[in-house]
């Protein structure tokens, strides 16, 4: 492949970082799809309308998703294997480990107690520092994630698959290690990807072999904790508290219990808002552009078998 200009097709919102990006790359955009060898999903693109024009078109050979997680666009990727898709994993990797520290901090310092206080209380909190991590997950946001969690000298274990070293961790391990590490973690750290492998990873099981002072953040999938076990696990002090940017079911219905939990820690999926993720994808599809042009490795490659 030349690096001559490539024809895509954009589908969702044309919002105006993006399509910087793309006049930069040198790719031309068609509104026919018949012309295109490409696919750009925006925010806002229906995977239903991306399955139409993939069973319409049979000269798309990439497609670029918006999203790290790939599970709204598992039908399309099962239906046209043949394609070359790309994910935007590790593309939010700043700002959602940011928003990770930051819930692990605020558990860890009693802050969901402390805003719903309204008198003075005993001076309480534990400190980061020194603690025993675990991050389940080894993409770009379980990597910046222990980066971050490294600058408090904190012994940090990763787990994910395969046992194949992660920058600045003590150690990896795979998943089946999970359970031996548990009776001595402080700090659970989900980021992973949701797959049927780690749907309810996370259960009565996991919660029982925490000791009573851990603490659990989860900033991947909702699906990967079971949330019956967790309400029960945080109402009778079984664990110290539980950071969740995403739940199981999400939005978390009005009244669910998780709300008047005092030791929760709810956030709207707010790790990566729109206003931050908008440049960093619109970065993502100019490197995958250009690098598609030049007929070289694309960024944030899918594995469908995998499921991210």
């Known amino acids: 492949m030349n690096s001559t200009a490539v024809c895509i097709h954009l589908i969702g919102?044309?919002?105006?970082?993006?399509?910087?990006?793309?006049?930069?790359?040198?790719?031309?955009?068609?509104?026919?799809?018949?012309?295109?060898?490409?696919?750009?999903?925006?925010?806002?693109?229906?995977p239903q309308q991306l399955a139409e024009l993939l069973a319409a078109h049979s000269g798309i050979e990439w497609v670029q998703l918006p999203s790290a997680g790939i599970e709204m666009f598992a039908a399309a990727l099962a239906a046209h294997p043949g394609i070359r898709w790309t994910s935007a994993k590790g593309a939010y990797a700043l700002p959602v480990a940011e928003h990770a520290l930051a819930l692990t901090l605020a558990l860890l310092r009693e802050l969901p107690e402390r805003v719903r206080a309204t008198s003075w209380a005993p001076a309480t909190g534990t400190s980061l520092h020194g603690l025993r991590v675990?991050?389940?997950?080894?993409?770009?946001?379980?990597?910046?994630?222990?980066?971050?969690?490294?600058?408090?000298?904190?012994?940090?274990?990763?787990?994910?698959?395969?046992?194949?070293?992660?920058?600045?961790a003590n150690r990896t391990v795979t998943d089946a290690e999970l359970a031996a590490l548990l009776p001595d973690t402080d700090v659970l750290v989900l980021a992973a990807a949701a797959t049927p492998e780690t749907r309810g990873i996370v259960g009565a099981a996991v919660l029982d072999a925490l000791p009573a002072h851990a603490i659990?953040?989860?900033?991947?999938?909702?699906?990967?904790?079971?949330?019956?076990?967790?309400?029960?696990?945080?109402?009778?002090?079984r664990i110290a508290g539980a950071a969740l940017d995403v739940?199981?079911?999400?939005?978390?219905?009005?009244?669910?219990?998780?709300?008047?939990?005092?030791?929760?820690?709810?956030?709207?999926?707010?790790?990566?808002?729109?206003?931050?993720?908008?440049?960093?994808?619109?970065?993502?599809?100019?490197?995958?552009?250009?690098?598609?042009?030049?007929?070289?490795?694309?960024?944030?490659?899918?594995?469908?078998?995998?499921?991210?």
């Open 134 to 168: 675990v991050v389940v997950g080894a993409g770009g946001v379980a990597q910046e994630i222990v980066r971050l969690v490294k600058c408090f000298r904190t012994d940090v274990t990763v787990v994910r698959r395969r046992a194949e070293p992660v920058p600045g």
């Open 13 to 46: 919102d044309p919002y105006p970082e993006l399509m910087a990006e793309i006049a930069a790359s040198g790719a031309s955009l068609v509104d026919d799809p018949a012309e295109a060898r490409g696919i750009v999903v925006s925010y806002g693109g229906r």
């Open 247 to 308: 739940t199981d079911p999400e939005p978390l219905p009005d009244g669910h219990p998780l709300w008047r939990e005092p030791r929760a820690l709810i956030t709207p999926h707010a790790a990566d808002t729109i206003e931050m993720i908008r440049p960093l994808y619109a970065a993502r599809v100019r490197e995958n552009l250009t690098r598609f042009r030049a007929g070289d490795a694309l960024d944030g490659v899918v594995d469908p078998a995998a499921g991210y």
């Open 216 to 237: 659990v953040v989860n900033i991947a999938r909702g699906a990967l904790v079971d949330t019956d076990a967790l309400v029960t696990a945080l109402a009778t002090g």
